[in-house]
């Protein structure tokens, strides 16, 4: 029924920011070119990475707009569509232009923590307003849920149009529970670069990526091997290039670390919306000085 093909490498994509904070478009375009040419399997717009909290609702039509068209059909385009409010987000999802969008990602409901039944309502809701097939994002370190295995499962097995979750929980043995228990049709993506080759090893089909916005060949060599089989000599190859600059980059947390990577790259300015900010001077030095061993 949902011709959508999440195997491979997802980009968590970026907004990037002019100096007044206003979108910039042309880095935008960039950076679209950039993961076309590079490998990247597709793209997920207005994600935790996209800082979407901070974009107003025009800017973010505008965003998905510009990518879709951009991307113009050569690969899938994710949207983010999540909240706390389920009635706000069904009817976003009833009256949104979702031209050139493949499916939507949904991050668990945050700040009013729901339990387990109201995770399972909430997204059954969703379920029946959206168009397109649905991707759970499982992320409790940011929302404070966590949705168990259980309950990921229960709405696998009675939303048809609910065809995978991006599991950022960090936990292996949650993660494998639904893997094992999901029906025909349901998948398993990586939230979290660390454990790309753990949760693909266990029969996962991918990772949406924050580390790929700066290094999506890389990225995408990595899950291509661990997708064949080669999880092991993979993870030991990445961890000895990039162990540090992994750490680096997550060390002020995400966009701003990868923000860094990508201005000393010269693809964006290095420019964050409040209440976000760029790292420090000593992060900025000490990732300069780590690029700079790859020449």
Same mark, same amino acid.
Not at 47 to 54: D, M, N, Y
Not at 84 to 105: H, K, M, P, R, Y
Not at 188 to 204: C, M
């Given at each position: ?65 510009? @990518?879709?068209?951009? *991307?113009? +059909?050569?690969?899938? =385009?994710? !949207?983010?569509? /999540?909240?706390?409010?389920?009635? %706000? ?45 649905? @991707?759970?994002?499982? *992320?409790? +370190?940011?929302?404070? =849920?966590? !949705?168990?295995? /259980?309950?990921?499962?229960?709405? %696998? ?49 991918? *990772? ?88």
């Amino acid at each position: 029924m949902f011709k959508v093909d999440l195997r491979g490498l997802g980009v968590a994509l970026i907004t990037p920011f002019k100096e007044d904070t206003s979108v910039d478009y042309e880095a935008l375009s960039r950076l679209v070119k950039f993961h076309l040419e590079s490998g990247t399997d597709y793209i997920v717009a207005l994600g935790t990475t996209a800082e979407t909290p901070t974009l107003s609702k025009k800017e973010k039509n505008e965003v998905v707009r510009f @990518i879709a068209e951009q *991307v113009n +059909g050569k690969i899938p =385009v994710v !949207m983010g569509v /999540g909240g706390n409010n389920t009635s %706000a987000v069904a009817e976003e999802l009833q009256t949104n232009d979702f031209t050139g969008v493949s499916a939507i990602l949904s991050v668990t409901p945050y700040y009013n923590k729901p339990t387990q039944e109201g995770l399972y309502r909430h997204y059954c809701a969703l379920s029946q307003a959206s168009p397109l097939p649905i @991707i759970l994002y499982n *992320v409790p +370190g940011r929302t404070g =849920v966590n !949705m168990t295995a /259980g309950t990921t499962l229960r709405l %696998a097995r009675d939303c048809s149009n609910i065809i995978a979750v991006k599991e950022a929980s960090g936990d292996l043995g949650q993660i494998k529970a639904v893997i094992d228990g999901a029906p025909e049709g349901f998948y398993v993506i990586s939230g979290d670069d660390g454990i790309t080759t753990d949760v693909i090893a266990l029969g996962g089909i991918g *990772v949406i990526s924050v580390f790929a916005n700066a290094f999506p060949v890389e990225m995408a060599w990595l899950v291509k091997n661990a997708l064949e089989g080669n999880a092991a000599d993979a993870r030991r190859k990445m961890n000895a290039d990039f162990d540090r600059l992994f750490h680096l980059m997550s060390v002020e947390g995400n966009p701003a670390g990868v923000k860094c990577l990508l201005h000393i790259k010269g693809m964006i300015r290095n420019t964050l919306r409040l209440p976000l900010v760029p790292v420090s001077d000593k992060t900025l030095r000490e990732i300069k000085e780590e690029l700079a061993l790859f020449g």
